[in-house]
């Protein structure tokens, strides 16, 4: 009997999704993070490094938390991890009322394909008005509905870099707040 699906391919290495991360004039230092579709972990304890106030991240995989909650045990950054699908009715209530940084890696098109467009726009639009930075990752740079969010809640893009993979890193910062 066959556990697992040889045949499903992990979709990029860890390399791929830090790509970008520490090189788009984004300052982790201090910060306040939110990692929205966290996995396992692995971007939120990279990002520790670089010494932030607090990590927070979501997923909708409990065994995911549960690792990310596991590589955290033993790190002096205040974290967080919570097990729960973004189309939750308690994520608003899970959510700081602000961040610092949002980390929107990926996750937005996965959302949008689960429970359709206009239920995505109003969570993803609710998370990115905590966000004074927002630091998202867009597999298809011609789908620009997440742009768009971001950019009419006030957000202004302040860099962009290609991945080796096609996707595309884009930060963006809040003015004024």
Same mark, same amino acid.
């Given at each position: 009997?066959?556990?697992?699906?040889? *045949?499903? =391919?992990?979709?990029?290495?860890?390399? #791929? $999704?830090? @790509?970008?991360?520490?090189?788009?004039? !984004?300052?982790?230092?201090?910060?306040?993070?939110?990692?929205?579709?966290?996995?396992?972990?692995?971007?939120?304890?990279?990002?520790?490094?670089?010494?932030?106030?607090?990590?927070?991240?979501?997923?909708?995989?409990?065994?995911?938390?549960?690792?990310?909650?596991?590589?955290?045990?033993?790190?002096?950054?205040?974290?967080?991890?919570?097990?729960?699908?973004?189309? *939750?009715? =308690?994520?608003?209530?899970?959510?700081? #009322? $602000?961040? @610092?940084?949002?980390?929107?890696?990926? !996750?937005?098109?996965?959302?949008?394909?689960?429970?359709?467009?206009?239920?995505?726009?109003?969570?993803?639009?609710?998370?990115?008005?905590?966000?004074?930075?927002?630091?998202?990752?867009?597999?298809?740079?011609?789908?620009?509905?997440?742009?768009?969010?971001?950019?009419?809640?006030?957000?202004?893009?302040?860099?962009?870099?290609?991945?080796?993979?096609?996707?595309?890193?884009?930060?963006?910062?809040?003015?004024?707040?």
């Amino acid at each position: 009997m066959q556990l697992w699906n040889s *045949s499903k =391919k992990f979709a990029g290495t860890w390399d #791929d $999704r830090l @790509d970008g991360l520490f090189s788009c004039g !984004v300052d982790y230092s201090g910060k306040t993070i939110l990692d929205v579709g966290c996995s396992m972990g692995i971007v939120a304890y990279e990002i520790a490094k670089h010494r932030p106030a607090y990590i927070h991240g979501i997923d909708i995989l409990k065994p995911h938390i549960g690792v990310a909650r596991s590589i955290f045990l033993g790190s002096d950054v205040d974290s967080r991890f919570d097990a729960m699908s973004l189309g *939750s009715r =308690k994520l608003p209530s899970v959510l700081s #009322d $602000r961040y @610092d940084v949002v980390l929107l890696l990926a !996750v937005y098109q996965h959302v949008r394909r689960g429970i359709g467009q206009e239920k995505a726009d109003r969570i993803f639009t609710d998370i990115i008005s905590r966000a004074q930075t927002i630091v998202a990752r867009v597999p298809d740079e011609g789908d620009i509905r997440l742009q768009s969010l971001i950019e009419d809640a006030g957000l202004t893009l302040s860099h962009r870099s290609k991945s080796p993979r096609g996707s595309a890193v884009l930060a963006y910062s809040r003015l004024t707040r």
